[in-house]
Each structure stands twice: as C-alpha cells, then as structure tokens.
C-alpha cells in the first residue's frame, strides 16, 4: 500500500515538475530577448555619420521618445558574431552588410504611432518595432506559472486526502494496540509519532520518484529538441530542475504526507477517545 501510494504522489507531482521544467528552458530563451518594446530605426548603408546625427536629432525631437542610443554598424556587427551559431555565417560574409541604426525606447502604448511617424523622417530607410512579440512570451510564461501553482496546489490536496486515507486505514488496523497503549500510559505524541514517520517518508519517496519521472522525461524530450536546436546552429536543452529546486520538491511532497497523516491521526484519536 505505501509503495502504491508513493507511486501516486510521484506521478502527479511529476505533472507539474516537468511543466516547471520546460517553463524555466523557455524562460532562459527570452532572458536574452529584449522584453522593453523599442523601435530600431535603420539608415542607408551609404549614409555618413553626420547624417546618422541628423536624423538622430529629429527622432530625438519626439516627445514620445524616451531614450534613445545610436548602434554604429561595427557594434552591430559584432553583436550578430556574438550570437550562438552565427560566427561562421558573419565570417563568411567578408564585409559588413548591416547599417548605422538608431534604437529607440518609446513611452508606453506609442509603439506603433511613432513607428509609423520614424518612417516619414528623411534619411530613414527601414523602421521596425521589435521586443513585443517577446513581451507577449513573457507574458504568457508568467500565466503558464500561474496555471503550474494552480495544478500543484489542486493535486498536492488530492495527495493530502491519499495520505489520510492510507493513515486511516492503519489506524483502524491497529485500533486495539492503541487503545492498550493508551490504557498503560501512552501519551498522544508517542502515538502520533510513528504515523507521522509513515506519512513524511511516503512523501518523500514520492518527492524523488517525481525527479525520476521528470528526469525521465526531459531525456525523452531532449532527442527530439536537440536535432531541432542542432539545425537552428544552437546548442539548447531541457535542463533537469537545480539542486535547490529539486530539494523544494522532494520537501513539498513530504510535508504533504506529513500534513495527510496529521490531520488523519487527529481525526481518528479523537473518534477513539
């Protein structure tokens, strides 16, 4: 029966462990993403840097410019190099292609009305608005956090109404040692103690077969992820939850247990007394 037990505490916390697991390998994507909506406006590859200042002053005119930071074509050069994958392909090219821009940072919700307005200054060959797409992500990682919480806390109570069960059930087993016990002098706690030894040891057993389960996992998945990063030039993987994290879980799922058999041994000692 415990090891039963354990097996059900294991499968369902490994839900949402696995899903913490993948949220935190998508969340490592977008920490390199620049989450601030700005507009990164573009000059003519031939246009001289006295130009560039020209058409610099004009953006800085805007009031609904907040900040704003020239990007001179080497620095833009070497922030692609940078990039996992990409050396070859920069080296490759002999030259620079990119050209001087200006990166913008608008007030909140002029985005696409002073784009629009960047596009009608002369000298300017291409402006695009970037980051909201990654904004939306983050967004949608922090709901997808959110639901994690939700699905934890729904399945821990299912796990706290299994270790009740299971303490109920040995409690009622041995009703007649404990009413002996409790005749010679047996305090509550002496006989509180090994049901609570019962429950935190369930849990946690079911803590680390929810670790197995989602190590187990994430091997499966990382075959199939890492031929698609591999052809993206990239290096990317599912990693298996930290050290730190892992620990939560394993100390979660055991005070789950310790919760079940507490409430479970209070209920029944006082239906004996």
């Not at 994507?29 to 909506?37: K, T």
């Not at 291409?126 to 990654?134: F, G, K």
């Not at 187990?216 to 990239?234: D, T």
């Amino acid at each position: 029966m415990g090891v039963l037990n354990a097996l059900v505490i294991g499968i369902a916390l490994s839900l949402p462990g696995a899903g913490y697991a993948l949220l935190e390998g998508l969340r490592g994507i977008g920490s390199n993403l620049a989450l601030e909506p700005q507009i990164t406006v573009f000059l003519p590859a031939d246009a001289t840097r006295q130009q560039a200042e020209v058409v610099g002053g004009k953006v800085r005119a805007d009031r609904r410019v907040v900040k704003l930071r020239f990007l001179p074509r080497e620095e833009a050069l070497k922030e692609l190099a940078g990039m996992q994958g990409l050396p070859e392909l920069v080296r490759a090219l002999g030259r620079n292609p990119l050209p001087d821009a200006w990166v913008v940072i608008p007030r909140p919700g002029s985005l696409d009305d002073l784009a629009k307005d960047l596009r009608g200054i002369p000298g300017v060959a291409h402006v695009q608005a970037d980051a909201l797409w990654a904004q939306r992500l983050a967004q949608l990682a922090a709901l997808g956090k959110l639901g994690l919480w939700l699905l934890a806390a729904l399945l821990g109570a299912g796990l706290v109404a299994v270790t009740f069960n299971t303490v109920r059930l040995h409690i009622l087993t041995q009703r007649d040692e404990i009413e002996v016990a409790k005749l010679i002098g047996a305090t509550d706690a002496f006989i509180r103690r090994p049901f609570y030894y019962t429950g935190l040891l369930q849990g946690a057993a079911g803590g680390v077969l929810a670790l197995l389960i989602v190590a187990l996992v994430l091997v499966l998945l990382n075959r199939e992820v890492g031929a698609l990063a591999a052809s993206y030039g990239s290096a990317f993987r599912f990693a298996f939850p930290a050290a730190g994290d892992a620990l939560a879980i394993v100390l979660f799922a055991a005070g789950l247990g310790w919760l079940g058999a507490y409430l479970s041994v209070s209920r029944q000692l006082r239906d004996l007394d």
